[in-house]
Every structure is written in structure tokens, then in C-alpha cells.
T-cell receptor, first 114, second 110 residues
Framework: ETGVTQTPRHLVMGMTNKKSLKCEQHLGHNAMYWYKQSAKKPLELMFVYSLEERVENNSVPSRFSPECPNSSHLFLHLHTLQPEDSALYLC?????????????FGPGTRLTVL | QKEVEQDPGPLSVPEGAIVSLNCTYSNSAFQYFMWYRQYSRKGPELLMYTYSSGNKEDGRFTAQVDKSSKYISLFIRDSQPSDSATYLCATQGGSEKLVFGKGTKLTVNP
């Protein structure tokens, strides 16, 4: 295991539901990331947090709302999603976000939007 | 033009074959080059990390970067069924964020 855990591992939700994805890192890192991985597409960086402050938001629709209550935990709150949001959502962490530190990934949450 | 181009495959080879995986990139500011390996139902894990041009070897794996042609490669010698995974190239440089290719799905058949 990489030291980054994600729950739930699988999630099926309707377009009107509200759900949250959780990520926890046990590595003492300062930076945490949310990525979206869709079939036949490169990993897309969604959000970056450094020391609980959001430092990057890559034009992600407002139906995705991140939260970082402390440097070990990261959430992604989901509401009124669309079927095209179905994907694998990966959390990652690294020592710092401004350097080229290795990013360690969690196993991901497989999200299906009906 | 996409920043990193990678043929998604799939690629199927017999056990013991030499595997060549490749990516091209467009931004000459990229200086750091990585290969991640992603097994089914797992997140990507860093496999190889190279700075600037040149080769780096780690066991059966060799990463190669040619900055003049903006071409990065990963070679796997004596491939094993346990090497079956999706391989993602990634690059980064200066203040640029990490940029990934689409990933190539590799199957090594016993």
C-alpha cells in the first residue's frame, strides 16, 4: 500500500444525489491532489491543496467541491453530477506541491453516475 | 496539440519479450520525466524518474529521454506476466504541473 487511502472504493449515484469522496494520507505530506481518470484520456488534475489551502483549481465545474480540513484529509463533495462525470477519482499526496516530489496515489474511487 | 501523446494500445506480448513503450511531448520546458505503472483496480505508482536527457536503468526497466526530439521511452527486458498493467508517462518542468499521457495497457502472456 502507498499510504494513501480512499473511501468508498465504488460509488453509484443518481444525478440528484449528494455524496462525498474521502482521502486520507499517512505519509506526513503537505500537498494533496484530486485527479479524474476517464477511459482513453490522460489523468486530469482537478484540485491541489498545500497545507490545507487550495492552490490550484483547474476549471472544474462547481458541482465538484473540495474540502481539506487538515493536511492528512481531503474530501470531494459531489452534487447534481452528470453521467459524463463517471470516472475513477484518484487522490494523491506529495511532500510539497511546488517541487517535483513524487506523488503517491490512492487506489481511487470508481464513480458511476446514472 | 496535446502536451503528451501516448498510444493507448492495447499491447500484447509473449513472456520474455522486450517491450518498448513511448511518448512524445510538446513543451520544451519539461525537464522531469516519469513512468508510472497502474495495475487493475489500483492507483498509479512511480516506476522510473529521469531528469533531462539520457538513460536510467533499474533492473529489467530502462527509461530513456531524448529532449532534442521530445521523445521518452520505457523498455522492459525479459517481460513477465506480472508486468501486465497500464503504463503512464508523465512530464513536468519549472512551474508546470505534472502532465500525464493516456497510458498504454500492456498484457504479457505466459
Amino acid at each position: 500500500e502507498t499510504g494513501v487511502t480512499q473511501t468508498p472504493r465504488h460509488l453509484v449515484m443518481g444525478m440528484t444525489n449528494k455524496k462525498s469522496l474521502k482521502c486520507e494520507q499517512h505519509l506526513g505530506h503537505n500537498a494533496m491532489y484530486w485527479y479524474k481518470q476517464s477511459a482513453k484520456k490522460p489523468l486530469e488534475l482537478m484540485f491541489v491543496y498545500s497545507l490545507e489551502e487550495r492552490v490550484e483549481n483547474n476549471s472544474v465545474p462547481s458541482r465538484f467541491s473540495p474540502e481539506c480540513p487538515n493536511s492528512s484529509h481531503l474530501f470531494l463533495h459531489l452534487h447534481t453530477l452528470q453521467p459524463e462525470d463517471s470516472a475513477l477519482y484518484l487522490c494523491a499526496s506529495s511532500q510539497d506541491w511546488t517541487s517535483t516530489d513524487t506523488q503517491y496515489f490512492g487506489p481511487g474511487t470508481r464513480l458511476t453516475v446514472l | 496539440q496535446k502536451e503528451v501523446e501516448q498510444d493507448p494500445g492495447p499491447l500484447s506480448v509473449p513472456e520474455g519479450a522486450i517491450v518498448s513503450l513511448n511518448c512524445t511531448y510538446s513543451n520544451s520546458a519539461f525537464q522531469y520525466f516519469m513512468w508510472y505503472r497502474q495495475y487493475s483496480r489500483k492507483g498509479p505508482e512511480l516506476l522510473m524518474y529521469t531528469y533531462s536527457s539520457g538513460n536510467k536503468e533499474d533492473g529489467r526497466f530502462t527509461a530513456q529521454v531524448d529532449k532534442s526530439s521530445k521523445y521518452i521511452s520505457l523498455f522492459i527486458r525479459d517481460s513477465q506476466p506480472s508486468d501486465s498493467a497500464t503504463y503512464l508517462c508523465a512530464t513536468q518542468g519549472g512551474s508546470e504541473k505534472l502532465v500525464f499521457g493516456k497510458g498504454t495497457k500492456l498484457t504479457v502472456n505466459p
